[in-house]
Each structure stands twice: as C-alpha cells, then as structure tokens.
C-alpha cells in the first residue's frame, strides 16, 4: 500500500487554461522531498498514473521510501516542481521532454532523441534508460470519417482539415508537437480545435461533436472502437519512449536500479495490454501494476 496518496488537479475543462494543468504546489510553494524519500508524480491521464504506480512500487520493493503525487496535470505544471525538487521521478516520454526543452529540436530515432534531452537539461536533472515502450501523440479518426475523406496519413488531411473539428487537451494546441507543428510540417488548419478531458476524446469522435481527435498511440480505445489512426511520414511525434526523468540528487543507485528493471520489461504491448485493464476493464491502477510487477520478478 502506498505510505502517502495525494490525488490531485481536476477534470482538464476546468484547468488552469494558462497552462493547461492545475498546480498542487501553488498554495504552499511545496517544500521538496523529506530528506530520502523519493517522490514520484503522474500526469492527468491514466496511462501515466500507471507507469507511476509500476515505478513507484518497484523503488518501494527495493526498500525505497517512495512518496506518490498522482494527476498533477500537463507538463508546463510538473517539469518545474522536478527542477525544483519537489518531485524526485517523473515517468515521460522523452521526444516530448525534447519538445518541451527546445522548440527547434529535430523529431529523431530513441538514441538520438535521448542524447539532445540530456544536452538540454539543466544541471540536476537526469534522464534514466528509456523502454522500448512507447506512447506517441496521434491524430485519429472514425473508421468513417478516414474513408468518407479516403484518409490514411497526416498528408491526406491537409485538403480537407478546413472541414473538420480537432479534438484534445488544450496544451496540444500550442506545442510543435500538435496543432502548430501539424500546420508547418504539414500545412493542416482544421476548422476548429476543441479543448477536451483526454477521457471524453473517444466519445466526442463517436458522438461527432469532433471529427479527429489527439489520441495516444497506446490507447485501448483504438483498438475496441476501430479508429483510425493516421500516418505521420515526416515523423512530427517523434520518438516517445517512457523514460524516466529524475531530480538527480533525490534518486539513489537503488531507486535507479529499480526504475531501470521495469523500464527494460515494458513494451508497448505490454503497456497497451495494462492500459486495457485500466481504462476498459475499470480496474485500479495500483493492482494492475503490481500484479504486472509480481509477474515480471520485480516484486
């Protein structure tokens, strides 16, 4: 059981809109980790509140005193409070950190992606082993609608984008990767974005309220309601594999050990399979990952 639980932010139509998440140190200013305790956060989103829960109780099977701090919200809310140190370990994606980090970056293979983030990082921060695991942003659509328009790839939606409505969580439409690197790499203007909960994204789809929607890439939904995600031949998303992102002083070699073992067992599969469990089966994220760890000896 975990030895403290903060669950925080709120539904994301109700977030901070400056930075598309809410802050759970704004009010106290946080005052970091107690002195070897590893305080591991999640964004607001399922898939990464379950890759903190298989970290967090992996460092925990090794001894580690771990701290959670789950849904904190986008990004642009949580890189700070790693910088700062009031939070020890982050599960990321690293073409997202490379994104975050520098505007100008060149989407590129996992190593070479891996390479710039640790070049970009301030002094303090460190990235661990990246899994072969990997989520990367999308641009989906309904069976229906891919063949009403004959869409297949990102290329194909340039002529008729002006006729539909994108879907997603409103810091998609300000990062490169999202609305504005799908206008100058590809020249996309949809019609409308539409800021949504990443939870109501599918249904919006099914509905019609929006005709593409920002989807990752490991999301169950994909599967269950045959939608379509399309191709990204200029490679826009990048690599996005998980990658841990830690507060270097605050993560010792055993902490590191442990973060690197479940790294090194996840895949995608893997990870879309528990992502099924959680999102369509509706079952706890902490029970799915520990079944998962027990099942790989990391227990």
């Given amino acids: 059981m975990h ?3 903060a669950l925080i932010g709120l539904p994301l139509v109700l977030l901070l809109s400056a930075c598309g998440g809410s802050d759970p140190y704004e009010e106290d200013g946080g005052g970091g980790a107690e002195s070897g305790t590893v305080v591991i956060g999640s964004a607001d989103f399922p898939e990464s509140t ?3 829960e298989l970290y967090g109780r992996a460092m925990a099977a090794e001894g580690v005193d771990v701290e959670y701090q789950l849904n904190i919200g986008s990004r642009e809310v949580y890189y700070s409070q790693i910088e700062s140190g009031n939070l020890s370990v982050f599960p990321e994606y690293n073409g997202a950190t490379l994104a975050y980090l520098d505007d100008d970056a060149p989407s590129a293979d996992a190593e070479e992606t891996n390479a710039l983030v640790e070049e970009a990082l301030p002094e ?3 990235i661990l082993d990246s899994s072969s695991a990997e989520n990367k942003d999308s641009v989906t659509v309904t069976r229906e609608v891919a063949e009403e328009h004959d869409l297949t790839s990102l290329t194909d939606l340039a002529d008729v984008a002006d006729e539909l409505v994108l879907g997603g969580p409103p810091e998609f439409e300000t990062r490169h990767q999202g609305v504005v690197g799908l206008e100058s790499v590809y020249g996309i203007e949809f019609a409308e974005f539409r800021s949504l909960e990443v939870a109501l994204l599918t ?3 099914q509905d ?3 005709q593409a929607a920002n989807l990752f890439t490991t999301d169950p939904q994909i599967e269950v309601e045959d939608l379509v995600v399309l191709e ?3 490679n826009l998303f990048g690599s996005q594999n998980i990658t841990p992102l830690i507060n270097a002083e605050q993560v010792d070699d055993t902490a590191r050990g442990a973060l690197n073992a479940v790294s090194e067992a996840l895949t995608t599969e893997e990870l879309t ?3 099924e469990r959680v999102v369509v089966g509706n079952e706890n994220a902490a029970d799915v990952a ?3 760890l027990e099942e790989q000896g990391l227990v």
Wanted: hydrophobic letters at 40%; glycine letters at 8%; zero cysteines.
């Fill in 3 to 5: 030895k403290k639980l």
């Fill in 50 to 52: 379950l890759l903190a």
């Fill in 124 to 126: 303090g921060l460190e």
């Fill in 203 to 205: 249904k919006a789809l």
């Fill in 208 to 210: 019609g309220d929006i």
């Fill in 232 to 234: 990204d031949p200029e």
């Fill in 273 to 275: 399979r528990l992502n």
């Fill in 290 to 292: 520990q079944e998962w």
